[in-house]
């Protein structure tokens, strides 16, 4: 033999199942309001990346000389990105391997501005839920997530409506 004898057919790799950390429609009561666990501190780096990656020239966002002129005295950190990030912090405790899709987004506030530096926290509340009328698997709610500031100031407020799914039924 010369070493190179055909390797043995490895065994298919069956993935693990992931893990859901979000909730089931049944898990979503009206009025809960959920403080989530991931916080983040928004830094420069992270506007300019998002502010060109959108294709967003505003100078607002990016020339730190034209908004010394404005009533902020300092660049703004790109609205987008801050209900980007809220959405993306409510994921892993509401909607983690549980939703089927985002339906829409109803209304979304920016109060008070976000600069670099801030520290932003997050918490959802369940507004309204109903159930499928077309399918008994899954169902809509609204939640409203709220991202607030390392004073406590809110700064975005957005209403957004998901599909989601029902805790699945056991077949035992």
Not at 41 to 69: M, Q, R, W
Request: hydrophobic share 40%; net charge neutral.
């Amino acid at each position: 033999a010369d070493g190179m004898e055909p390797l043995a057919a490895a065994a298919p790799q069956v993935a693990p199942e992931t893990p859901i950390h979000g909730k089931w429609f049944d898990e979503l009561p009206e009025g809960l309001v959920i403080q989530h666990a991931l916080t983040r501190t928004v830094t420069e780096v992270d506007n300019i990346l998002f502010t060109t990656l959108s294709l967003n020239p505003a100078k607002l966002h990016l020339d730190y000389e034209s908004a010394k002129g404005t009533q902020f005295g300092k660049p703004l950190v790109n609205s987008m990105f801050t209900i980007a990030l809220l959405v993306g912090m409510s994921v892993l405790e509401t909607t983690h391997g549980t939703t089927i899709a985002n339906l829409g987004f109803e209304e979304v506030v920016f109060p008070r501005p976000v600069f670099y530096g801030d520290t932003l926290r997050a918490e959802t509340q369940v507004i309204k839920t109903r159930p499928s009328g077309s399918d008994p698997t899954r169902g809509i709610v609204k939640f409203e997530h709220r991202a607030f500031n390392q004073n406590g100031d809110l700064v975005c407020r957005a209403r957004r409506n998901a599909m989601m799914r029902k805790r699945p039924s056991s077949k035992l």
